[in-house]
């Protein structure tokens, strides 16, 4: 279940709740601002194949849990999003420019490690990944769809919440095996994770 099919059954995106380290959860206003009895269009979203359990709120809103999240990644397009005006140096922690770009680096840097690690790139088990850290990154993701939706998306803060996240999953969750392991599914798991992000941070493929 992708952010893009809840769209296209509620009329508009879902926003991700929580931190969805337990489990993936949207909120939405659908029902309140289409004029639809928010019975009527939870069970719409309930006859979608992933839709684990919807909930109406006493405020109208519906809460929706996917049980697969990371489907999304394979959603994940190109943006065309103009490089704020951040300094290249300090490359340190303070300096958010060198945090998205740094983020992009690793991401890239995933995806050659892959090449030569063997890590097979079909597929994918979008099951996967279930660590809490990759899981952060997936939930920055899913509010993509809000935020291209939005007069003023906001990406300079987008961009450095996802960097974070990414760094975050990169250095405790590794996406290549480690020593003499071999490639498992969480492995292409993360690999296409770390795809999704850097079609979305900016930067060199290299820093």
């Known amino acids: 279940m992708t952010p893009g099919e809840l769209a296209e059954v509620l009329g508009e995106p879902p926003a991700p709740e929580g ?3 337990r489990e993936a959860a949207y909120v939405s206003a659908a029902a309140l601002r289409r004029r ?4 009527t269009l939870a069970a719409r979203v309930r006859e979608l194949d992933g839709v684990s359990h919807v909930d109406v709120r006493e405020n109208g809103f519906l809460r929706i849990v996917v049980s697969v999240p990371g489907e999304l990644v394979e959603t994940v ?9 951040w300094p290249d140096f300090p490359r340190t922690w303070d300096n958010p420019g060198f945090v998205v770009r740094y983020g992009h680096a690793r ?6 490690w892959a090449r030569e690690l063997g890590v097979p790139s079909g597929g994918f088990p979008a099951g996967l990944p279930a660590d809490p850290y990759d899981r952060r990154v997936l939930r920055v993701l899913a509010e993509l769809p809000g935020r291209l939706a939005r007069s003023d998306p906001r ?5 450095v919440r ?6 975050d999953a990169h250095e405790h969750a590794p996406a290549v095996p480690m020593g003499d392991a071999l490639a498992e599914p969480v492995h292409t798991a993360r690999v296409r994770l770390a795809e999704a ?3 979305v941070l900016i930067g060199p493929d290299r820093l």
């Open 36 to 39: 639809v009895p928010a019975a």
């Open 155 to 159: 990406w300079e803060t987008y961009l």
């Open 197 to 199: 992000v850097g079609r």
């Open 162 to 167: 996802l960097a974070l996240a990414y760094h």
């Open 77 to 85: 397009e190109p943006l065309d999003i103009p490089e704020p005006g």
């Open 107 to 112: 991401a890239c840097a995933v995806r050659r």
């Open 19 to 21: 931190t969805w380290e």
